[in-house]
Protein backbone atom coordinates (compact mmCIF):
# COMPACT_ATOMS: atom_id res chain seq x y z
CA UNK A 1 0.00 0.00 0.00
CA UNK A 2 1.40 3.55 -1.16
CA UNK A 3 -0.71 5.62 1.11
CA UNK A 4 -1.72 5.76 4.97
CA UNK A 5 -4.25 2.61 5.15
CA UNK A 6 -6.04 4.64 7.46
CA UNK A 7 -6.86 7.38 5.05
CA UNK A 8 -7.46 4.34 2.24
CA UNK A 9 -9.80 3.16 4.93
CA UNK A 10 -11.52 6.17 5.63
CA UNK A 11 -11.96 7.44 1.73
CA UNK A 12 -13.78 3.85 1.01
CA UNK A 13 -16.33 4.29 3.51
CA UNK A 14 -16.97 7.53 1.73
CA UNK A 15 -17.81 5.82 -0.95
CA UNK A 16 -21.97 4.63 -2.58
CA UNK A 17 -22.62 1.13 -4.20
CA UNK A 18 -21.94 0.10 -7.49
CA UNK A 19 -24.75 -1.39 -9.43
CA UNK A 20 -26.03 -4.42 -8.95
CA UNK A 21 -24.06 -6.54 -11.20
CA UNK A 22 -21.03 -4.49 -10.90
CA UNK A 23 -21.01 -5.61 -7.35
CA UNK A 24 -21.56 -9.18 -8.21
CA UNK A 25 -18.94 -9.00 -10.50
CA UNK A 26 -16.35 -7.44 -8.02
CA UNK A 27 -16.99 -10.56 -5.47
CA UNK A 28 -17.02 -13.15 -7.59
CA UNK A 29 -13.35 -11.63 -9.16
CA UNK A 30 -12.09 -10.89 -5.55
CA UNK A 31 -13.08 -14.43 -4.17
CA UNK A 32 -11.63 -16.03 -7.69
CA UNK A 33 -8.25 -13.94 -6.71
CA UNK A 34 -8.67 -11.89 -9.72
CA UNK A 35 -7.04 -8.86 -9.34
CA UNK A 36 -9.75 -5.59 -10.26
CA UNK A 37 -9.07 -1.68 -10.10
CA UNK A 38 -9.42 -0.66 -6.26
CA UNK A 39 -12.35 1.35 -5.13
CA UNK A 40 -10.61 4.37 -4.84
CA UNK A 41 -9.78 3.91 -8.58
CA UNK A 42 -13.46 3.51 -9.37
CA UNK A 43 -14.12 6.42 -8.02
CA UNK A 44 -11.66 8.27 -10.00
CA UNK A 45 -12.73 6.53 -13.12
CA UNK A 46 -16.06 7.31 -12.68
CA UNK A 47 -15.79 11.41 -12.44
CA UNK A 48 -12.89 11.45 -15.09
CA UNK A 49 -15.65 9.91 -17.61
CA UNK A 50 -18.59 12.15 -16.61
CA UNK A 51 -15.93 15.42 -17.25
CA UNK A 52 -14.58 13.93 -20.56
CA UNK A 53 -17.62 12.60 -21.71
CA UNK A 54 -15.65 9.99 -24.03
CA UNK A 55 -17.51 8.60 -26.75
CA UNK A 56 -14.59 6.08 -28.16
CA UNK A 57 -12.70 4.08 -25.21
CA UNK A 58 -9.90 1.61 -25.51
CA UNK A 59 -8.49 -0.59 -22.26
CA UNK A 60 -5.37 -2.32 -22.70
CA UNK A 61 -6.33 -5.19 -20.21
CA UNK A 62 -10.16 -6.61 -19.65
CA UNK A 63 -9.83 -9.59 -17.07
CA UNK A 64 -12.95 -10.76 -16.25
CA UNK A 65 -14.65 -7.21 -17.69
CA UNK A 66 -15.12 -5.69 -14.56
CA UNK A 67 -13.72 -2.12 -15.12
CA UNK A 68 -15.41 -2.01 -18.89
CA UNK A 69 -18.43 -2.53 -17.54
CA UNK A 70 -18.08 0.26 -14.63
CA UNK A 71 -16.85 2.65 -17.71
CA UNK A 72 -19.75 1.79 -19.73
CA UNK A 73 -22.14 2.98 -17.11
CA UNK A 74 -20.82 6.12 -17.06
CA UNK A 75 -20.42 7.24 -20.74
CA UNK A 76 -22.43 8.75 -22.83
CA UNK A 77 -25.68 7.23 -24.33
CA UNK A 78 -24.13 5.74 -27.65
CA UNK A 79 -20.32 5.29 -26.94
CA UNK A 80 -18.31 2.70 -27.77
CA UNK A 81 -15.47 0.26 -25.41
CA UNK A 82 -12.84 -2.00 -27.48
CA UNK A 83 -11.02 -4.09 -24.60
CA UNK A 84 -8.06 -6.09 -25.25
CA UNK A 85 -7.23 -9.26 -23.39
CA UNK A 86 -4.90 -12.28 -23.88
CA UNK A 87 -5.29 -14.67 -21.20
CA UNK A 88 -7.11 -17.21 -22.43
CA UNK A 89 -9.23 -18.25 -19.15
CA UNK A 90 -10.51 -14.77 -18.45
CA UNK A 91 -12.20 -14.00 -22.47
CA UNK A 92 -14.74 -16.22 -21.71
CA UNK A 93 -15.93 -14.92 -18.10
CA UNK A 94 -15.61 -11.16 -19.61
CA UNK A 95 -17.73 -11.76 -22.42
CA UNK A 96 -20.51 -13.87 -20.23
CA UNK A 97 -20.33 -10.80 -17.88
CA UNK A 98 -20.73 -8.30 -20.44
CA UNK A 99 -23.69 -10.31 -21.22
CA UNK A 100 -25.28 -10.20 -17.80
CA UNK A 101 -24.27 -6.92 -17.73
CA UNK A 102 -26.88 -6.63 -20.85
CA UNK A 103 -23.02 -4.57 -22.38
CA UNK A 104 -22.92 -6.62 -25.26
CA UNK A 105 -23.81 -4.20 -27.79
CA UNK A 106 -21.44 -0.92 -26.27
CA UNK A 107 -18.56 -3.14 -25.55
CA UNK A 108 -16.29 -5.29 -28.08
CA UNK A 109 -13.87 -7.55 -27.01
CA UNK A 110 -10.44 -8.23 -28.97
CA UNK A 111 -9.08 -11.77 -27.78
CA UNK A 112 -5.25 -11.81 -28.30
CA UNK A 113 -1.41 -10.21 -27.90
CA UNK A 114 -1.86 -6.49 -27.18
CA UNK A 115 0.71 -6.02 -28.99
CA UNK A 116 -0.41 -7.70 -32.26
CA UNK A 117 -4.20 -5.93 -31.92
CA UNK A 118 -3.28 -2.77 -31.26
CA UNK A 119 -1.13 -2.10 -34.41
CA UNK A 120 -4.45 -3.50 -36.54
CA UNK A 121 -6.83 -0.91 -34.78
CA UNK A 122 -7.36 2.88 -36.49
CA UNK A 123 -9.34 5.40 -36.05
CA UNK A 124 -8.79 7.73 -32.67
CA UNK A 125 -9.73 7.05 -29.31
CA UNK A 126 -10.95 10.02 -26.66
CA UNK A 127 -9.52 7.67 -23.92
CA UNK A 128 -7.25 4.92 -23.10
CA UNK A 129 -7.19 2.81 -19.89
CA UNK A 130 -4.18 0.98 -19.62
CA UNK A 131 -4.31 -2.02 -16.88
CA UNK A 132 -2.35 -4.75 -18.77
CA UNK A 133 1.03 -6.33 -17.86
CA UNK A 134 3.28 -3.67 -16.37
CA UNK A 135 5.74 -4.43 -17.93
CA UNK A 136 4.50 -4.29 -21.14
CA UNK A 137 3.34 -0.64 -20.67
CA UNK A 138 6.35 1.03 -22.05
CA UNK A 139 6.04 -1.83 -25.31
CA UNK A 140 2.40 -0.71 -25.47
CA UNK A 141 3.08 3.06 -25.55
CA UNK A 142 3.58 4.22 -29.03
CA UNK A 143 0.63 2.61 -30.23
CA UNK A 144 -1.35 4.00 -27.75
CA UNK A 145 -0.03 7.56 -28.20
CA UNK A 146 -1.25 6.53 -32.16
CA UNK A 147 -4.26 5.42 -31.14
CA UNK A 148 -5.29 8.61 -28.78
CA UNK A 149 -6.42 11.68 -30.27
CA UNK A 150 -4.70 15.04 -29.50
CA UNK A 151 -6.37 16.00 -26.38
CA UNK A 152 -7.34 12.59 -25.45
CA UNK A 153 -6.78 10.95 -22.28
CA UNK A 154 -4.74 8.20 -20.83
CA UNK A 155 -5.15 6.51 -17.53
CA UNK A 156 -2.32 3.99 -16.39
CA UNK A 157 -3.30 1.62 -13.50
CA UNK A 158 -0.75 0.56 -11.17
CA UNK A 159 2.02 2.54 -11.59
CA UNK A 160 3.51 2.38 -8.38
CA UNK A 161 4.10 -1.46 -7.72
CA UNK A 162 3.15 -1.30 -4.21
CA UNK A 163 5.84 0.90 -3.86
CA UNK A 164 8.66 -0.94 -4.93
CA UNK A 165 9.21 1.30 -8.11
CA UNK A 166 10.30 4.25 -5.70
CA UNK A 167 12.90 1.78 -5.16
CA UNK A 168 17.05 1.40 -6.00
CA UNK A 169 16.83 -1.27 -8.58
CA UNK A 170 19.65 -2.92 -6.12
CA UNK A 171 16.71 -3.13 -3.01
CA UNK A 172 14.35 -4.93 -5.72
CA UNK A 173 14.31 -8.77 -6.05
CA UNK A 174 16.50 -10.02 -8.92
CA UNK A 175 13.19 -11.50 -10.60
CA UNK A 176 11.50 -7.76 -10.35
CA UNK A 177 14.36 -5.87 -11.61
CA UNK A 178 12.97 -6.18 -15.29
CA UNK A 179 9.56 -4.97 -14.77
CA UNK A 180 11.15 -2.30 -12.18
CA UNK A 181 12.93 -0.83 -14.64
CA UNK A 182 10.62 -0.83 -17.86
CA UNK A 183 7.88 0.73 -15.38
CA UNK A 184 10.67 3.82 -14.48
CA UNK A 185 11.16 3.90 -18.09
CA UNK A 186 7.38 4.15 -18.78
CA UNK A 187 6.85 6.74 -16.22
CA UNK A 188 9.98 8.30 -17.46
CA UNK A 189 8.42 8.85 -20.88
CA UNK A 190 5.37 10.14 -19.68
CA UNK A 191 6.82 13.29 -17.51
CA UNK A 192 9.83 13.80 -19.73
CA UNK A 193 8.53 13.08 -23.37
CA UNK A 194 7.22 15.64 -26.05
CA UNK A 195 3.76 13.77 -26.48
CA UNK A 196 2.24 13.53 -23.29
CA UNK A 197 1.16 16.49 -20.11
CA UNK A 198 1.46 13.52 -17.05
CA UNK A 199 0.87 13.85 -13.08
CA UNK A 200 1.71 10.78 -11.65
CA UNK A 201 -1.07 10.29 -8.12
CA UNK A 202 -0.43 8.65 -5.08
CA UNK A 203 -3.99 7.21 -5.64
CA UNK A 204 -4.83 2.62 -5.42
CA UNK A 205 -1.28 1.59 -6.55
CA UNK A 206 -0.72 4.73 -8.20
CA UNK A 207 -2.19 6.28 -11.47
CA UNK A 208 -0.88 8.09 -14.41
CA UNK A 209 -3.07 10.82 -15.90
CA UNK A 210 -1.92 12.23 -19.26
CA UNK A 211 -3.21 14.00 -21.54
CA UNK A 212 -1.82 13.90 -24.91
CA UNK A 213 -0.28 17.13 -26.35
CA UNK A 214 -1.74 18.62 -29.63
Known sequence: MIVDERVVTFINSMETENSEILEKMEGEALGANVPIIRKEVQSFLKVLLMMLKPMNVLEVGTAVGFSAVLMSEYMPEGGRITTIENYEKRIPVAKENFRRAGRED???????????????????????????????????????????????????DNVMQDGTVMESRFAVERRDRTIHARMREYLFELKHGESFQTSILPLGDGVALSVKKG
Open 106 to 156: KITLLAGDAMEILPTLKGEYDFIFMDAAKGQYIHFLPQVQRLLKSGGVLLS
